[in-house]
Antibody, heavy 123, light 110 residues
Framework: QVQLVQSGAEVKRPGASVKVSCKVS????????MHWVRQAPGKGLEWMGG????????IYAQKFQGRVTMTEDTSTDTAYMELSSLRSEDTAMYFC????????????????WGQGTLVTVSS | QSVLTQPPSVSAAPGQKVTISCSGG????????VSWYQQLPGTAPKLLIY???KRPSGIPDRFSGSKSGTSATLGITGLQTGDEASYSC???????????FGGGTKLTVL
């Protein structure tokens, strides 16, 4: 059974960068398709990007292109999401989650999810 | 503003049935499978339904999903106080090449 454990809460200044980690256990990272989803306070879920098997690569939501980088360290089975040029609107809970490894188009479900990492952007 | 549209809230009494709707378009729900998530306060989302109407192992059959055209519906029967949570729908949008979600529906069990 896959388990995802994320790094702890972060407080950042506007303009800074944040890097959130997601440690995988139960499987190796190479067997999974990792995604990142965020949720601003009181708002809905927002997909940021992830590995799309049909494309064979990690793709990013257009909204975050140029500001987000998702990487993986297969030696430690840890995935990372780095978001730069932070602004107050980036204050949110950030989740890692795994999607299907076989898709007809793109991921249409996510399971399981990490516990979430709260990123607060404040001056 | 979420790509998929859900009612902000629904309520029903214990033991009753409730349905939650999720409306989209031809590029998302109309051409892709829909999933549903339960999010208890302060916790991560949990997958309830995938591929429109399939339940992962461990999800009781009180939870069901259906899809018709560009809309999907989550049904919950035999409501319990422990079902009080936010429920969100999700799918892939082939036009945007993006995962998309609804804004979430808060269920209150009166």
């Amino acid at each position: 059974q896959v388990q995802l454990v994320q790094s702890g809460a972060e407080v950042k200044r506007p303009g800074a960068s944040v890097k959130v980690s997601c440690k995988v256990s139960g499987y190796t990272l190479t067997e999974l398709a990792m995604h990142w989803v965020r949720q601003a306070p009181g708002k809905g879920l927002e997909w940021m990007g992830g590995f799309v098997p049909e494309d064979g690569e990690t793709i990013y939501a257009q909204k975050f292109q140029g500001r987000v980088t998702m990487t993986e360290d297969t030696s430690t089975d840890t995935a990372y999401m780095e978001l730069s040029s932070l602004r107050s609107e980036d204050t949110a809970m950030y989740f890692c989650a795994t999607g299907p490894t076989v898709t007809a188009d793109g991921p249409n479900w996510f399971d399981p999810w990490g516990q979430g990492t709260l990123v607060t952007v404040s001056s | 503003q979420s790509v998929l549209t859900q009612p902000p809230s629904v309520s029903a009494a214990p033991g009753q049935k409730v349905t939650i709707s999720c409306s989209g378009g031809s590029s998302n729900i109309g051409n892709n499978y829909v999933s549903w998530y339960q999010q208890l306060p302060g916790t991560a989302p949990k997958l309830l339904i995938y591929d429109n109407n399939k339940r992962p192992s461990g999800i009781p059959d009180r939870f069901s999903g259906s899809k018709s055209g560009t809309s999907a519906t989550l049904g919950i029967t035999g409501l319990q106080t422990g079902d009080e949570a936010s429920y969100s729908c999700g799918t892939w949008d082939s036009g945007l090449s993006t995962g998309v979600f609804g804004g979430g529906t808060k269920l209150t069990v009166l």
